[in-house]
């Protein structure tokens, strides 16, 4: 695993349990002539992150989607399936930044926002 940062993070966070959401699957895609193109892949961590998707690699400005399987998530834990899947669509204007993308999940809700 590479120690440098990926310009492109998340980090899911349990709102019922007040834990990280760790060995959760995430997929990141970018799109490209009007479809979703996998570029990353991955489980959160320990923490509830993905630091190293695209560690050392420059992204482009576009549009993206994390994907997050909640669903399987929630169901390895006993707990309602409301929402089977969160997807999160952004858009890079500046390739030169860091884009975090947190999830706060609950099992009827979720919440995000850009992070820093």
């Known amino acids: 695993m590479s120690?440098?940062?990926?310009?492109?993070?998340?980090?899911?966070?349990d709102t019922v349990t007040g834990r990280p959401?760790?060995?959760?699957?995430?997929?990141?895609?970018?799109?490209?002539?009007?479809?979703?193109?996998?570029?990353?892949?991955?489980?959160?961590n320990s923490d509830g992150r993905i630091i190293d998707w695209l560690a050392g690699e420059q992204r482009e400005a576009g549009?993206?989607?994390?994907?997050?399987?909640?669903?399987?998530?929630l169901t390895a834990?006993?707990?309602a399936n409301f929402y089977p899947t969160v997807s999160?669509?952004?858009?890079?204007?500046n390739p030169d930044e860091h884009?975090?993308?947190?999830?706060?999940?609950?099992?009827?809700?979720?919440s995000t926002y850009r992070g820093s």
């Not at 959401?21 to 959160?44: C, F, M, N, Y």
């Not at 884009?99 to 979720?110: K, V």
């Open 3 to 13: 120690t440098q940062k990926s310009p492109i993070t998340t980090h899911v966070l």
């Open 21 to 44: 959401a760790a060995d959760l699957a995430v997929t990141l895609a970018k799109q490209s002539g009007g479809e979703w193109h996998p570029i990353a892949a991955g489980r959160t």
């Open 63 to 73: 549009t993206y989607r994390v994907e997050f399987a909640t669903g399987d998530w």
């Open 77 to 79: 834990r006993q707990r």
């Open 88 to 93: 999160i669509v952004f858009t890079i204007d």
């Open 99 to 110: 884009y975090h993308i947190p999830l706060l999940l609950s099992d009827f809700g979720y």
